[in-house]
């Protein structure tokens, strides 16, 4: 395609760098600087080029496995550069996209010439030393800077209270309202899942880049056993992210002049077309309904029209793959079937999840896969509890159009969305169930039951179901009937938690 554009105003990805630590030592296991650092030279040995002493800007994912205080600023050192954007962010799995979009507009803007984004966890390593007592000889910790906010801190107290504030419980809750929506059985749904996850599993198992690399059927999947044991009903270990692993990953970017100038390849450059971004409230009780997300659909809608409106024109996506509820969205969104491979990375259960900083892996994999042959690429990352989204179109195609500025879609997924309900703590009578979970213990035990509903005047409550209501906890996990829509009744316990009975 061609362009007149200014080529000093055009953004390319010239390099990707990634690193997978598996020390045999503990001790000898790479810190998150140091897997910051090596990602990035590699980044630049992909591109052939001399470029990190130019950075102009310099975005570093959050990570949660080791706590210094500014990183962005560390990295720098490390590098020999002095980015005049040097930023590292909140947390929030679309920051990688994000920040990927955001400095290919500040190259549209002519703000800088080189840019690059990062981001690491070393998270196995970490674990393993805190069991072991081993003092890892890295970066002393920074004790004096806080931790970053994360889910409790934005979510009501019963929320907390009832175990629900975490994203292994949050994310069962829209699991089931889709399900329930698209008129599927739980069985239908969980068979969906595990057809899914096997796609994953197998592009993670052709990734050398991958944590784990072993194909599992659908079966292995879905079905509990005391290693696949059952964590927030329905999701399995093998359903949910595996953070627990040791990685670094980069993509680093100039001008297409710069590219040029610096002589890499033309096959080897990826363009930034486009893309969009929209968020729900961080409170999750706060939103219309649980079966589907307006910021996720008004986002997937506008990357679609960057593809004449068809996601099917796309030769590679990633979906975000936290849990299996946001892949199953987002395809149905973008009208993909289940033949669509969803993936070029392999997912967060497979490839690993290094928390935040998945997706810097994801664009590392669609750079190859586009420089190995596909024209157009997307790119989707979700944040929070299906809270913040963003997607980016990549091509091997240049742009007929400059890179937009303003690329929110908020306002129209804010038009999209219904009647809040009230939420309550106090309520009597008969509540219809919204969406439900049952939370399981290390041993595969229950915990309780947790149960989304509406009263009778259609205000939204928690309540909880006890392991020793097996009737209501049956009625929960029937899998061939889904229990969202059903009416039962509203008891206060002795602690003052409102509970829910099938009736």
Known sequence: MPTSLPEDRIPVIVGVGEIVDRPTDIAAGLEPLALLEQALRRAEADSGAELLGELGSLDVVNFLSWRYRDPEKLLAERLGARPAHCYYGPVGGESPIRYLHEAAKRIARGECSVAAVCGAEAQSTATKAQRAGIELPWTPFAHEVEEPKRGAAFQKPMAVTLGVFRPITVYPLYESATSAHWGQTPREALAESGQLWSTYARVASENPNSWLKKNFTPDEITTPTPENRLIAWPYTKLMVANPTVNMGGA??????????????????????????????????????????????????????????????????????????????????????????????????????????????????????????????????????????????????????????????????????????????????????????????GGKGDVEHGVVMMRTADNARALARVPASDSATLAHLRNMDRTPVGSVGDIVTAGDGVLEWRVG
């Open 251 to 440: 993509i680093l970017m100039t001008s297409l002049a710069k590219a040029r100038a610096a002589g890499v390849p033309e096959e080897r450059l990826i363009y930034v077309w486009d893309g969009a971004s929209a968020e729900e409230p961080r409170d999750y009780l706060v939103r219309d309904q649980f079966f589907e997300s307006h910021p996720q659909n008004v986002v997937l809608k506008a990357v679609m029209d960057l593809a004449e409106g068809d996601g099917k024109k796309f030769d590679a996506i990633e979906l975000y793959s936290c849990f299996p509820c946001v892949p199953k969205m987002a395809r149905r969104t973008l009208g993909l079937g289940p033949d669509v491979t969803p993936t070029v990375t392999g997912g967060l259960t497979f490839f690993g999840a290094p928390l935040n900083t998945y997706m810097t892996h994801a664009a590392c994999a669609m750079v190859r896969k586009l420089r190995s042959g596909g024209k157009l690429g997307l790119l989707y990352g979700q944040g929070g509890f299906v809270t913040k989204h963003h997607g980016l179109v990549l091509s091997r195609q240049a742009p007929s159009e400059a890179l937009a500025q303003d690329t929110s879609v908020q306002a129209e997924a804010d038009r999209r969305k219904g009647v809040v309900p009230e939420f309550v703590t106090e309520a009597s009578g008969k509540g219809k169930i919204e969406s439900f979970t049952v939370i399981y």
